[in-house]
């Protein structure tokens, strides 16, 4: 008996999730299937109720509390389906009532992990024509820094040596005249934090001073995964998005400026409606002038409601073949990334016995069992796909 997750989607939702499971907890829940749902795809959605689904077949008693962005949007549906017993909305999903709990929860923070997502922003003030998160999330709202910089210590104090800071438009973090890389220069500072990632930043809004902090602090991971959704400058125009297709390799020069052994992460979607086959190769020739160690590669899939849904959209095979396409090539990419650091040694967080996160963001799988959470150092031997294959340097294990 056990109250369990199932997080999709992005960090934030992983982060979530373990903040519910704890207010769940707090409350007197003992046995029940949390899904926290999300919307950015259909594919994502069907992937929920197929979890739903096999979870009431399995334990037809066990409660289903179904959540995220994909319940806020319609949650009569989701209440339908087998098992469910409540439907909570973002809105409601982490406040102490929802759940009996006696308290309200600090930033929600995934805390069963070796590392911490940690939420510090929420909601989206922008527009993207394809988007339903910032309707299913609704306006951007910060958590004050003290609550940051509290739940940072907290997580140092959990033995998680890593904190990503992670939010639906992170780049918009602002409280006063202190943006994003004030916060992050303050998580910095948090006693015994060994490394800070950022996830998923805007291109439209890297402030300058990260590249200052990049440049000045070791420990700031020389990783940036930038939301570029695309490389043709008419479709992120027909995306409502903020930024010209020449900004994302402008940010990636100037990271490895400061950081040569920088590595660029990107969202990109494929099948846009309206997208040429001139415009889908733009996209990948910006694959091939950044050399990214990881794409998210969403195929477009229209989100009821939003103005994408009425453009006149491209046939499914074609979506699918784009798709592919850029799958392929990021994969060749990061292969090639991985190859690289062959000989290198890396600094790696265990988030299972055998496998781990360098400070790039590439995956390492040990040779042998090491302590899980701990920050080692490991000598590359070798690669599989895009996995670094290590043993530990020094010979200590
Ligand atoms: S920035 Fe655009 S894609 Fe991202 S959540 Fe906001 S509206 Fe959606």
Redesign the pocket.
């Known amino acids: 008996m056990t109250v369990e997750t199932l997080a999709l989607g992005c960090r934030l939702n992983s982060a979530e999730a373990d903040t519910m499971a704890a207010l769940a907890t707090a409350g007197g829940l003992r046995d029940a299937l949390i899904v926290n749902t999300c919307a950015v795809t259909a594919e994502a959605e069907a992937q929920a109720r197929q979890a739903i689904r096999r979870a009431a077949r399995d334990a037809p008693a066990r409660p289903i509390i179904v959540t995220g962005c994909a319940a806020t949007l319609a949650p009569a549906r989701w209440a339908a389906l087998p098992g469910v017993a409540r439907v909570l909305t973002n809105d409601e999903k982490l406040r102490a009532e929802s759940w009996n709990a006696p308290e309200a929860p600090p930033p929600a923070a995934t805390i069963r992990r070796a590392r911490a997502f940690l939420e510090v922003q929420q909601g989206?003030d922008?527009?993207?024509t394809?988007?339903v998160?910032?309707v299913a999330?609704g306006a951007s709202r910060i958590w004050a820094p003290d609550d940051v910089l509290g739940a940072a210590r907290q997580a140092v104090a959990r033995g998680q040596r890593e904190v990503v800071l992670t939010g639906?438009?992170l780049a918009s973090w602002q409280d006063g005249a202190r943006d994003i890389a004030w916060l992050a220069r303050a998580v910095l500072a948090v006693p015994g934090l060994a490394r800070l990632r950022l996830s998923s930043l805007?291109p439209a809004a890297v402030p300058d001073a990260l590249f200052d902090l990049w440049r000045d602090e070791a420990r700031l991971a020389p990783f940036l995964h930038l939301?570029a959704q695309h490389g043709d400058g008419l479709v992120l125009k027909r995306m409502k998005?903020r930024h010209a297709p020449e900004v994302v390799p402008a940010l990636a020069a100037r990271l490895r400026a400061v950081r040569a052994d920088a590595a660029i992460s990107l969202d990109l979607i494929a099948g846009f409606p309206t997208e040429t086959a001139a415009a889908h190769a733009q996209s990948l020739a910006l694959l091939d002038a950044l050399h990214p160690v990881a794409v998210h590669v969403f195929p477009y899939s229209a989100r009821p409601g939003t103005p994408a849904a009425r453009m006149p959209a491209l046939h499914s095979d074609v979506v699918r073949a784009r798709a592919a396409a850029l799958r392929a090539s990021a994969a060749g990419h990061a292969e090639a990334a991985a190859r690289a650091r062959i000989g290198a040694t890396e600094d790696v967080i265990f988030e299972t016995a055998r496998e781990g996160i360098t400070a790039q963001g590439l995956r390492l799988r040990a040779t042998t069992d090491m302590p899980r959470a701990g920050l080692r150092a490991m000598r590359v031997t070798g690669t599989e796909a895009a996995i670094l294959l290590g043993e530990a340097a020094h010979g200590a294990a």
């Open positions: 989206c922008h527009e993207c394809f988007c998160i910032r999330r639906v438009d805007d939301s998005r």
